[in-house]
């Protein structure tokens, strides 16, 4: 029998304490009339956002064994997320999960860098093997430094529209999937950039607020959830947009501590719909 909501498995990294990864995804992704499934990557004391050092336990070698393990109890997947893997062993181990539920949409999340370069534990070698993931992705949320990364193109300050064309034919020579890229800084303004194999729509906003860690891991659970509600990719890429700009905006308001990431919890209830 069909099951009557979706079901997600969810690759990502746990924090015990701060809204960030896993911590934001599984609430907005339940609220939005899926069922979800943790596999953490690896588990963390408090993300990496301004608490100092985490305590930090890797899981390689836990997510293949556990979805060999589900698979032969009888469970499927209408889609995957893809987030932070960390490291080498745990995108060997994404490929393997990916072989075993081959029909399932796949929203990846490559995350690796951020304001030209890569964070401090990657590099050039991890990106490639992270690159391999967009031949399996349905859809991915490349931040602008990961786009350039991915497409080989050099990160420039300011990304004009034939900037953002090369990218767009740099990602696509790797995969079919759609691409939305997050935090494309422009001349005067900021963009997200929808591209696919046919066309490239770039939607404009305007930084607004404080900046709060967890906000693409946000945007990204919001995506994949309008997107498991029928929803086109532009208006999920609205509507994802305009729920971090509110909870950003609230948190501002509250005078919440940026360091526990946006203020999630009063405004989950926007993102019910019948």
Same mark, same amino acid.
Request: aromatic residues 12%; hydrophobic residues 35%; glycine residues 10%.
């Given at each position: 029998m069909r099951k009557p909501i979706k079901r997600i498995l969810v690759l990502h990294d746990l924090c015990s304490a701060g809204k960030a990864a896993m911590t934001n995804i599984l609430p907005v992704l339940s609220v939005m009339?899926?069922?979800? =499934?943790?596999?953490?990557?690896?588990i963390l004391s408090t993300h990496t956002g301004g608490y100092g050092k985490p305590v930090i336990r890797d899981l390689s070698g836990f997510g293949g064994d556990c979805a060999v393990y589900l698979k032969s109890s009888g469970f499927s997947f209408d889609a995957l997320f893809l987030g932070y893997l960390g490291n080498q062993a745990n995108? #060997? #181990?994404?490929?393997?999960?990916?072989?075993?539920f081959p029909d399932a949409f796949v929203l990846f999340d490559p995350i690796m860098a @951020?304001?030209? =370069? %890569?964070? =401090?534990? %990657?590099? #050039?070698?991890?990106g490639r093997s992270l690159k391999e993931l967009l031949a399996y992705s349905s859809v991915a949320t490349p931040n602008y430094t990961e786009a350039c990364l991915l497409s080989g193109e050099p990160y420039e300050p300011v990304c004009t529209r034939e900037k953002l064309a090369r990218i767009r034919e740099g990602i696509l020579e790797s995969g079919k999937a759609k691409i939305v890229?997050?935090?494309i800084p422009l001349s005067?303004?900021?963009g997200i950039g929808i591209l696919d194999g046919k066309e490239t729509i770039l939607y404009p906003y305007q930084l607004k607020g404080r900046a709060?860690?967890?906000?693409? @891991?946000? %945007?990204?659970?919001?995506l994949l959830g =309008?997107?498991?509600?029928?929803?086109s990719l532009y208006e999920s890429v609205e509507k994802a947009h305009e729920f971090v700009s509110l909870c950003i905006s609230r948190s501002d308001e509250a005078g919440y501590d940026t360091r526990e990431g946006v203020l999630l919890e009063p405004n989950l209830s926007k993102l019910i719909v019948g």
């Open positions: 009339g899926a069922e979800v =499934s943790p596999l953490p990557t690896m995108i #060997e #181990e994404a490929k393997r999960i990916l072989g075993m @951020d304001h030209g =370069s %890569f964070y =401090s534990n %990657f590099d #050039e070698a991890y890229i997050t935090s005067d303004s900021y709060y860690p967890g906000t693409g @891991d946000l %945007f990204a659970a919001v =309008s997107l498991m509600k029928g929803s």
